[in-house]
């Protein structure tokens, strides 16, 4: 192979991504087997096997117990806003979908859980130290849409009204209300974006396929340079994308 030269199986996967992307491999349609690749392509087994794990690792095809291999249905990415705290008394995912007219559903269950040294570090807090975990699904016209796991410190919120967030006089409002209440003005929101493999669990909460890739966003409110609260939002990557929309001061 000379310098600059794809790998056999690189431009066996292109070919055939070239195929289902301009429809002569429509979704549904099973992939050419492992054999007719090799005939083909005049390649190895192995070669045949590493190009079809490569359309696989890209979401293009899908595995089907005891039939082969078949093109997925390409999703279209739908859009989750993200923008400047609004007034509103309500959460994001709440603001969101009620500015799109959707009418999305999600669970939650909270539980008080030791904090861990990632997320302790996070709040600033000791590792032993006690928070609330609530861990939410969040659901468009029934499917799964965004995971989220918070956390808030129990020295900030326990045995106040707005202790457990899905619960209470002001339960389902957003965090800044929330905090509001118990006299903890929040001022500031920080969000960092990143891209990772799914896991095993949260790829089969979302109905991916193993390997998929999720925007990864983590989220900490502030007050007066303290963070009250901190969370792990994912998302599905091949479904959906982050768009932000920030004023300009």
Not at 199 to 204: F, G, I, K, S
Not at 207 to 229: D, K, M
Request: charged share 25%.
């Amino acid at each position: 192979m000379t310098i600059g030269e794809q790998p056999a199986y690189l431009r066996v996967a292109d070919d055939l991504r070239k195929q289902i992307v301009n429809g002569g491999l429509p979704p549904h349609t099973r992939l050419p087997s492992q054999a007719r690749i090799r005939e083909e392509y005049g390649v190895s087994d192995t070669v045949a096997l590493e190009a079809r794990k490569v359309l696989m690792a890209e979401g293009l095809v899908e595995g089907r117990s005891g039939s082969g291999t078949y093109v997925r249905e390409r999703p279209v990415p739908r859009r989750i806003s993200r923008s400047g705290y609004r007034t509103t008394g309500s959460t994001p995912f709440r603001q969101e979908q009620a500015e799109s007219g959707a009418r999305g559903t999600w669970e939650s269950r909270s539980e008080q859980v030791e904090a861990g040294p990632e997320i302790a570090e996070r709040l600033a807090i000791k590792p032993e130290d006690r928070v609330m975990r609530t861990k939410y699904v969040f659901r468009d016209a029934g499917e799964a849409m965004m995971l989220s796991t918070s956390w808030e410190p129990l020295a900030i919120t326990g045995r106040t009204p707005v202790m457990l967030p899905e619960e209470g006089p002001l339960g389902g409002c957003g965090v800044v209300e929330r905090m509001a209440a118990i006299d903890v003005i929040v001022d500031n929101v920080a969000e960092e974006v990143g891209a990772r493999p799914g896991l095993a669990e949260e790829l089969l909460a979302l109905g991916g396929v193993p390997g998929h890739a999720v925007l990864a966003i983590e989220r900490t409110y502030f007050a007066s340079g303290r963070p009250v609260e901190t969370a792990d939002v994912v998302v599905p990557a091949d479904r959906y994308r982050i768009a932000y929309h920030l004023p300009v001061k």
